[in-house]
């Protein structure tokens, strides 16, 4: 008998699949990080170091928000509470009873209501209470997931339309969860990767527990010396873009002209501190004053715009770039790409990562300036993260020497709640979010 | 004291300069190419070869045009003609005769009107007859060029608009002659790479006789056993554009399906013959009935449709192409780029080569699916032949035994005359041409 999580897991499947056959190898668990992996039992610093990069980089992330009690969302069903100390150790020592006994709980799910068109809305999404059974069946391959931090992300939008065959992804399905990264910790597990109290960053569902019956798309989390959150941005998939993206597809060269749009958003305020180190000249564009200012007095931005405040993005281009620009990292689409291109200097390259701009568009805007390409011998170049899964480990041997010894900052926004998962997703598309969206499901 | 040659050859200069700055290094002239260089005297089997290559591949090269005798507009000045090889050998003497004493004799041009908008006219274009003295400046470290044949190239259109700073390229100059890629004849030379009598390749003027006073981008011709003319086209500038759009922008694979627009075009018949001997399927598209036939029967095209006749560019790219796209060698832009992008395979690439379609308007044409470059991780790339006159060598070696064995066909559409090079340019535009086009200033 198979055991099921109620409510549609299909999507995640269906993710999984999709990313599994763009995954060129299978995920390398490094040996020798494994080696350094603390125990599953060591004591957890996430909610310190939390604080400590709040108090480091900049007050918009200690939004109350962030202060928001663990919400009463979390608790399982038939579990007392008086207090979250004794909730936590209620909670797993009423879970480990249940998980072998394969008792049903609770499971709040975020369930993605029908096809959108045009701006998404937090109506769009509603909130139910289904039933898990917190044991995988022994026939099966998967892994029993309790989700603790999801991850907001422009490109779900796509998968609210209604499409087949976009490159391989899957639109949403009517009537279940919403999926997209997160940071899980392993309830039981038949797969031969994960064990009990894993904890994983991967592809889960927009609810408290997940079944993941083929988990291509799980990564085990091996260093837990930095708060889990990071998990779904500067050391997931939005840090492995970044990543990717600057080294990899950009072809940097010291000293070059960088300009980078959404820039204090999850990708792009990593991709500026990934520049600079190599002497780039580096710009980036937001859509308020206050992230202009976090870009130049926090991030290490040479120069930043509010293109909401710019009629011509044009001049501002070449205000900030008189010698033009040798890469752009594209995460807007639209006018901006449009301007872009007839700032930038010959063999410049643009990592075309997202189009926000476009995403809420039923027919996207034209772009103009194509011809430019040829002019300046342009490479524009669309990637994304699951190609470099398989660099994963490289990329946190990079990174997180970086976060430990605070030369890179990171910025996250984060809400408390499964509930407050809509608002905090359409908050991307309106430029809410001040550094990566975050919703919390449970802290443990 | 320096020579001149009436009429601004300010054009030719920057266009010059333009690639110099963009050339890597300076061009190799291949020593082992040159111990298998007949002697600059020996025997031209240009004309004979011309009419094997026209009979081997198809009969619309054999139009009129090619037949027409050699112009009366190409005698030089004061010269008796009498038939064709005694026009010649008169030529030949009063030309080294008035090359030594710097004599001057007239010059017919083409002049450039004025800054184009729209559909360019012939009457954007108009002949003069200026005077030219034979013989370089002793201070000077020009070359002095009689004009054989002139290449029509696409690109050229938009030198005619008044702009800026586009990647280097800089308008022409109403009142000076257009310029553009040539064949030429050097009759007097103070510059150590060239000497009288050579054969060379490179931008010069439209008209009779060009003072190339840095001479950058001239290539001397090693090998005649082949058409002159192919220095145009197959050996020139769009071979070299056809060789390193394939085979260094575009990353081929074996057995890849690649899709080629203005594929009877100087450039897009040579790239889907460089991709079927690597077991590519190569389609391309053309404006008549008849090129299709040519792409299909002559070329060795898998399948060709006629992209005028097809109501849904999309649809018509389905059917040929059911699993989708690896490879686009882009030379028209607007309408078939967007087809093309929702038809691109996961990691395709775009080589962009031109974007003809849009040269005319004023506005280019709005792009709308570029998302897909990120759902499909796909890159475009613009590219110019220049950036690759290094390599040119290496692709003479590549290329002119296939020329000589057959194995490669290749068609130009040639007329007789500077003053046909109005309407053979513009026809470019109107897809007049059947193959490469190509104005005949002088045969010898």
Not at 76 to 88: D, E, F, H, M, T
Not at 91 to 103: D, F, L, T, Y
Not at 341 to 347: A, T, V
């Amino acid at each position: 008998m198979t055991l099921s999580v109620s409510g549609g897991h299909g999507a995640v499947e269906r993710i999984n699949r999709f990313l599994r056959r763009i995954i060129t190898g299978r995920y390398p668990h490094q040996q020798q990080q494994e080696n350094n992996h603390p125990k599953q039992n060591s004591k957890r610093f996430e909610q310190e170091n939390t604080k400590t990069q709040q108090q480091k980089t900049n007050k918009t992330i200690q939004a109350d928000d962030r202060r928001t009690p663990h919400p009463k969302s979390v608790k399982p069903r038939r579990l007392a509470v008086s207090g979250r100390c004794r909730k936590l150790r209620l909670s797993e020592e009423n879970r480990q009873r249940m998980a072998s006994s394969g008792e049903e709980v609770s499971n709040k799910q975020l369930i993605f209501r029908d096809y959108v068109t045009g701006f998404p809305q937090e109506s769009d999404m509603y909130v139910t209470t289904g039933t898990v059974k917190l044991k995988v069946s022994e026939d099966s391959n998967g892994v029993l997931l309790k989700n603790l931090y999801l991850s907001c992300d422009p490109y779900m939008r796509i998968l609210m339309k209604k499409q087949e065959g976009v490159g391989g992804f899957s639109s949403y399905t009517p009537g279940s969860p919403l999926t997209g990264f997160g940071v899980s910790k392993v309830l039981d597990s038949r797969n031969p990767e994960f064990k009990e109290g894993d904890l994983v960053w991967g592809i889960t569902g927009w609810e408290e527990y997940s079944l993941i019956t083929n988990p291509q798309v799980l990564f085990k989390i091996l260093h837990t010396d930095v708060p889990l959150s990071y998990y779904t941005g500067i050391l997931g998939m939005p840090g492995l873009t970044a990543y990717a993206g600057f080294y990899e597809v950009s072809s940097p060269k010291k000293g070059e002209n960088v300009f980078i749009s959404a820039a204090s958003g999850a990708v792009g305020q990593l991709v500026g501190q990934f520049a600079k180190p190599m002497g780039c000249y580096v710009v980036g564009s937001a859509g308020s004053k206050d992230k202009v200012d976090l870009l130049k007095n926090k991030l290490g931005f040479d120069e930043a715009f509010n293109y909401k405040e710019e009629h011509d993005l044009d001049a501002a281009l070449k205000r900030c770039f008189p010698e033009g620009i040798d890469i752009y990292f594209e995460n807007v689409g639209g006018k901006m790409l449009d301007a872009v291109l007839l700032n930038m200097r010959p063999h410049g390259r643009i990592a075309v990562c997202g189009m926000i701009s476009q995403y809420n568009l039923d027919q996207p805007e034209g772009v103009h300036n194509l011809m430019s390409i040829i002019y300046k011998r342009v490479r524009l170049e669309g990637f994304g993260a699951p190609d470099y899964f398989p660099q994963h480990p490289k990329f946190l041997d990079i990174v997180l020497p970086y976060i430990r010894e605070g030369k890179i900052k990171y910025i996250e926004d984060i809400v408390e709640g499964l509930e407050k998962g809509p608002g905090a997703f359409i908050g991307l598309f309106k430029g809410q979010n001040v550094g990566k969206q975050v919703v919390v499901v449970a802290r443990e």
